[in-house]
């Protein structure tokens, strides 16, 4: 079955990074198009970057361009966000997702990232 597990988050100081991962198994990585998206309490998900199935082209909310870079890794099903200069409006559950159908999509658990002094 389709898993996807995120990990890297945690509680930094503004101006810092984080790098979080996702590895994703029971599916075929690299045909599909990965996201990143991410959600504080009582707002709805938001998606933060996209990369393409062979990592070409990649895309983000205006929010975070310039301060986040997610890339993949297609020879061991992962794909990561690497988050500097982080800000206090960062701080939110991250989620790794795949769209394997215009009706399915997955999701992982996610992993909370606390941007704070």
């Known amino acids: 079955q389709v898993q996807l597990v995120e990990s890297g988050g945690g509680l930094v100081q503004p101006g810092g990074s984080l790098r979080l991962s996702c590895a994703a198994s029971?599916?075929?990585?690299?045909?599909?198009?990965m996201y990143w998206y991410r959600q504080t309490p009582g707002k709805e998900r938001e998606l933060v970057a996209s990369?393409?199935?062979?990592?070409?082209?990649?895309n983000y909310a205006d929010s975070v361009k310039g301060r986040f870079t997610i890339s993949r890794d297609n020879t061991k099903n992962m794909v990561n966000l690497q988050m500097n200069s982080l800000k206090p409006e960062d701080t939110a559950v991250y989620y790794c997702?795949?769209?394997?159908?215009?009706?399915?999509?997955?999701w992982g658990q996610g992993t909370q990232v606390t941007v704070s002094s």
């Open positions: 997702n795949v769209q394997t159908s215009v009706y399915r999509g997955y």
């Open positions: 029971g599916f075929a990585f690299s045909v599909y198009t």
């Open positions: 990369i393409s199935r062979l990592g070409g082209t990649t």
